[in-house]
């Protein structure tokens, strides 16, 4: 298992759910909301700056056949924008794509089981989503000792 913090994203079209994982690579956790617009490729870099993360982890919407459509493409172009934007704040932080299908079905489920309700469970959803994504990963790369999902 490689060491070092991970940051995942869950990019919606109007929010963007930052999640991070401890160094050691065991537990993702929340760690905020950024709303798409001006400056929200400026905070993403600057949060992977202040987390001194090595690795960026974005969920890529696939269809259950396995294909990418519009959304996918969109996200793909929005990571590519992640990318230039953290290399260019001087942070080396790689950028992998992985597969997010069903993560905010899961997060809605989990947040819902907590008792979280309309509004509250809205306003923090994508983080949840941005941790089930992250968490994923971590997982499969202790399992399988390989990193997860694919470089940009």
């Known amino acids: 298992m490689r060491r070092g913090v991970r940051v995942a994203l ?13 160094p050691h690579g065991i537990l993702a956790t929340p760690v905020e909301t950024v709303h798409r617009g001006p400056g929200d490729l400026d ?8 987390l001194e993360a090595f690795e ?14 519009p959304a996918a ?21 790689a950028v992998r794509l992985v597969d997010e299908r069903f993560t905010t079905v899961t997060a809605e489920r989990m947040l819902r089981e907590r008792g979280k309700k309309g509004s509250k469970r809205r306003a923090v959803v994508d983080q949840a989503a941005a941790v089930v994504i992250l968490q994923h990963a971590l997982d499969f790369e202790r399992e399988t000792g390989n990193p997860p999902g694919r470089p940009l």
């Open 10 to 22: 869950d990019i919606g079209d109007a929010r963007i759910g930052v999640a991070s994982s401890d």
């Open 43 to 50: 905070r993403i870099a600057g949060l992977v700056t202040e």
């Open 56 to 69: 960026i982890v974005i969920g890529l919407p696939r269809s259950l056949s396995g294909g990418e459509g």
């Open 73 to 93: 493409i969109r996200i793909r172009e929005t990571a590519e924008l992640v990318r230039n934007k953290v290399l260019e704040a001087n942070s080396g932080a």
